[in-house]
Each structure stands twice: as structure tokens, then as C-alpha cells.
T-cell receptor, first 110, second 112 residues
Framework: EDQVTQSPEALRLQEGESSSLNCSYT??????LFWYRQDPGKGPEFLFT???AGEEKEKERLKATLTKKESFLHITAPKPEDSATYLC???????????FGAGTRLFVKA | DGGITQSPKYLFRKEGQNVTLSCEQN?????MYWYRQDPGQGLRLIYY???????QKGDIAEGYSVSREKKESFPLTVTSAQKNPTAFYLC???????????FGPGTRLTVT
């Protein structure tokens, strides 16, 4: 069964304290791994797509990486405005159904 | 500006009433989706549509119905058969099979 597990469930950081969020997946033929940011009461905002192991994408303080079994979202020198829930999702062969993880809630304190 | 709109933002209904949530997109995307999000849980797929006049059940379709008469629109009806309808509902669309999804702002439905 296709599955996505994110850890930790919640992460509390001080401003400037770098860290990583983990997304482990099992899927029959990965066709894409996606990262989203979701603020409370709003729809998820697309961040990155990764398609193959070894691929990396960067945007401001965020960097996403992909291996054959997991993806990491690295946050460098976070600011309070980076506080949000970060969702990981995978697309399997077939291409239309996406499986989402439960998310990691990130809190960055000034 | 291209995007996805959902209305209303908040919706209150009495138990036993059907309610329809609106989703419209002007991104010219073929595929559209409805998800349900409950506190502490990931997004769960209710229904999806790959093209006009065609849709498939997702993982939790019981108690819900949809239609796809136009490319831009994919309304979701929450029927009285849905046992626990209070939730945050998200609509999404995407360009094609292996592209990312784009989400609307969501509708928070409360049934009492």
C-alpha cells in the first residue's frame, strides 16, 4: 500500500536555528514528490516537486532533497514567518492520485 | 490572476440538510480534486475528475457527490448520509498526470 510518513509531528525552533523535516514514503513507482506549506485556515501552497533520487530544489531558506526512500526539507536560519505546517505528498504510477502525509507543524520563535 | 476559488469560506448547516460547496478554476487545468482535512490528519481524497463529464471516487466518497459539467467547475455536495461532515474542505486542480496540484483557500463546514 502506498504510504507517506512525516516526522516529527511538531518542531519548535529558535530563530536562526537550522533543522530538517523528514518525509518517508513507500510507493509503487514514484512519479513525483511534492512539498507544500499550509498556514492555519488556508489552502496548501505549492513549494517544490522532486522527480528522481539525488534531485535538489531550493527556495529562499528552504531546500528539498530526495533519496529512494525519503525526502528532507532543510530549513536554514528560519524566521518566525516560516512557521506553518509543511506537507509532503507523493504521486505514484498512474499519475492522478496523490498521497499526502499528515504534515509537520513548524514553530519558529523570535 | 489565475487561480482557484472556493465559496463560501465558512458554511453552517443543520444536521440532515444537503449542502453544496463551490469550486471554480481559471487555470485551464483538466484535473480537479476534492479533499477533506481534519485536525492532525493528512488530506483525504473524496472525489477527483480527470476530464469533463467524468469523475472517480476517492478514498472517502461515501456521503458525498460531485458533478463536472464544465472544465472550470467541480462542485461538491455533502449529503445527509455523510455521518461526520464537519471538516475543512479543499479543492485542487492540476495541469496533467505528473504535475503539482494547486489548491483553493478552502471551505470550513460546520454541521450541528
Amino acid at each position: 500500500e502506498d504510504q507517506v510518513t512525516q516526522s516529527p509531528e511538531a518542531l519548535r525552533l529558535q530563530e536562526g536555528e537550522s533543522s530538517s523535516l523528514n518525509c518517508s514514503y513507500t510507493v509503487s513507482g514514484l512519479r513525483g514528490l511534492f512539498w507544500y506549506r499550509q498556514d492555519p485556515g488556508k489552502g496548501p501552497e505549492f513549494l517544490f516537486t522532486l522527480y528522481s533520487a539525488g534531485e535538489e530544489k531550493e527556495k529562499e531558506r528552504l531546500k528539498a532533497t530526495l533519496t529512494k526512500k525519503e525526502s528532507f526539507l532543510h530549513i536554514t536560519a528560519p524566521k518566525p514567518e516560516d512557521s506553518a505546517t509543511y506537507l509532503c505528498a507523493v504521486q505514484a504510477v498512474g499519475g492522478f492520485k496523490t498521497i499526502f502525509g499528515a504534515g509537520t507543524r513548524l514553530f519558529v520563535k523570535a | 490572476d489565475g487561480g482557484i476559488t472556493q465559496s463560501p469560506k465558512y458554511l453552517f448547516r443543520k444536521e440532515g440538510q444537503n449542502v453544496t460547496l463551490s469550486c471554480e478554476q481559471n487555470l485551464n487545468h483538466d484535473a480537479m480534486y476534492w479533499y477533506r482535512q481534519d485536525p492532525g490528519q493528512g488530506l483525504r481524497l473524496i472525489y477527483y475528475s480527470q476530464i469533463v463529464n467524468d469523475f472517480q471516487k476517492g478514498d472517502i466518497a461515501e456521503g458525498y457527490s460531485v458533478s463536472r459539467e464544465k472544465k472550470e467547475s467541480f462542485p461538491l455536495t455533502v449529503t445527509s448520509a455523510q455521518k461526520n461532515p464537519t471538516a475543512f474542505y479543499l479543492c485542487a486542480s492540476k495541469k496533467g498526470p505528473f504535475y503539482e496540484q494547486y489548491f483553493g483557500p478552502g471551505t470550513r463546514l460546520t454541521v450541528t
